[in-house]
């Protein structure tokens, strides 16, 4: 059974967006996750993108990430960063380790 995403998007404290994720990204899933990445990137600078609490990412969510590739920061788990190297996205934008 599939764990429901949830998607927040808030303000750091340097002012940059940042949207949080929780649960699964796939294919049932992905336009929401491609609005929140649109509603983050709206001021159109760099952006975070916190998949800390993501359990699973398949290639719909790699799909949605990679536009943003040249804007976002990502910050993942160990579970999910290999995912993020074989894809590619690893190598045009910046993934960095959940604290």
């Known amino acids: 059974m599939t764990t429901p995403l949830k998607l927040s998007v808030r303000r750091g404290g340097d002012g940059t967006a940042v949207i949080s994720a929780v649960g699964e990204v796939d294919m049932t899933n992905a336009d929401a996750f491609r609005s929140a990445l649109a509603q983050a990137s709206a001021g159109g600078g760099r952006f975070v993108v916190d998949l800390t609490g993501v359990d699973y990412l398949d290639s719909a969510g790699l799909t949605v990430l990679l536009p943003h ?30 604290p």
């Open 69 to 98: 590739a040249s804007r976002i920061k990502i910050i993942a788990t160990p579970l999910l960063t290999p995912v993020l190297t074989i894809s590619g996205l690893a190598e045009v934008t910046s993934v960095v380790p959940a």
